[in-house]
């Protein structure tokens, strides 16, 4: 596939091994996948943005409520919900998905780049719902309008980041060092948020169970 020959360089731009020539490709020749709407990628957002914030602190009752002032119960994924309940408390790994939240907004036009030698920048939260004023999602739309992202440049970095962490999965086997200059999460979060951006088959409460395997 031509894409994947145009990966390969960036593959090595970011410090990783190549994968093996029959590593799959993400979909057949005529059969491109299309990206999803801005609007349900706004929502996951959105939810992640109170997830993270959840483990941060911020309480179950506000982050209930802000979801329910702004419609976005249906969004919601069981683990959520139970984040949400409280009944996990504050959940520390939750705080990585921030790399997630980077992935999609860059596919919004929120954010310039998506480096992967480079961490989201320490701005990201002021390009994101004001949750402390519990800024509405219309408000945070006209202060950050989005501009999707071309198709074939979000396909770009779901294939690159498929690559990379082939590359984690591989090493993680081996129990060789892991490549790239960034903690594996980083990767990990990236090419979920790709993987949900660009299928389509996937609901907001397939997010905590998306494939991710290589």
Same mark, same amino acid.
């Given at each position: 596939?031509?894409?994947?020959?145009?990966?390969?360089? @960036?593959? *090595?731009?970011?410090?990783?091994?190549?994968?093996?020539?029959?590593?799959? /490709?993400?979909?057949?020749?005529?059969?491109?996948?299309?990206? +999803?709407? #801005?609007?349900?990628?706004?929502? @996951?957002?959105?939810?992640?943005? /109170?997830? /993270?914030?959840?483990?941060?602190?911020?309480?179950?009752?506000?982050?209930?409520?802000?979801?329910?002032?702004?419609?976005?119960?249906?969004?919601?994924?069981?683990? !959520? @919900? %139970?984040? %949400?309940? #409280?009944?996990?408390? +504050?959940?520390?790994?939750?705080?990585?998905?921030?790399?997630?939240?980077?992935?999609? /907004?860059?596919?919004?036009?929120?954010?310039?780049?998506?480096?992967?030698?480079?961490?989201?920048? *320490?701005?990201?939260?002021?390009?994101?719902?004001?949750?402390?004023?519990? !800024?509405?999602?219309?408000?945070?739309? +006209?202060?950050?309008?989005?501009?999707?992202?071309?198709? $074939?440049?979000?396909?770009?970095?779901?294939?690159?980041?498929?690559?990379?962490?082939?590359?984690?999965?591989?090493?993680? %086997?081996?129990?060789?060092?892991?490549? #790239?200059? %960034?903690?594996?999460?980083?990767?990990?979060?990236?090419?979920?948020?790709?993987?949900?951006?660009?299928?389509?088959?996937?609901?907001?409460?397939?997010?905590?169970?998306? $494939?991710?395997?290589?």
């Amino acid at each position: 596939m031509k894409l994947r020959s145009e990966t390969l360089p @960036r593959v *090595d731009q970011a410090g990783f091994p190549h994968p093996p020539i029959h590593f799959p /490709v993400l979909w057949e020749a005529g059969d491109v996948p299309s990206v +999803r709407s #801005g609007e349900e990628i706004v929502q @996951r957002v959105a939810v992640l943005n /109170v997830i /993270v914030n959840c483990a941060y602190g911020m309480p179950s009752d506000a982050a209930s409520a802000w979801l329910a002032d702004n419609r976005l119960e249906h969004c919601v994924t069981e683990r !959520e @919900r %139970l984040v %949400l309940a #409280g009944e996990l408390g +504050r959940v520390e790994e939750d705080k990585t998905q921030v790399e997630a939240i980077h992935a999609l /907004v860059w596919t919004l036009g929120i954010v310039a780049t998506l480096d992967a030698a480079r961490f989201c920048g *320490d701005d990201l939260a002021q390009q994101l719902p004001d949750l402390r004023s519990s !800024e509405p999602i219309s408000a945070w739309l +006209r202060r950050r309008p989005i501009q999707s992202r071309p198709t $074939d440049e979000v396909l770009t970095q779901w294939d690159l980041y498929f690559c990379l962490t082939w590359g984690l999965a591989d090493a993680n %086997l081996r129990r060789a060092t892991v490549p #790239g200059p %960034l903690p594996q999460y980083v990767y990990w979060h990236r090419r979920r948020a790709l993987e949900f951006a660009c299928g389509s088959h996937l609901g907001h409460s397939d997010w905590d169970s998306i $494939d991710l395997s290589t």
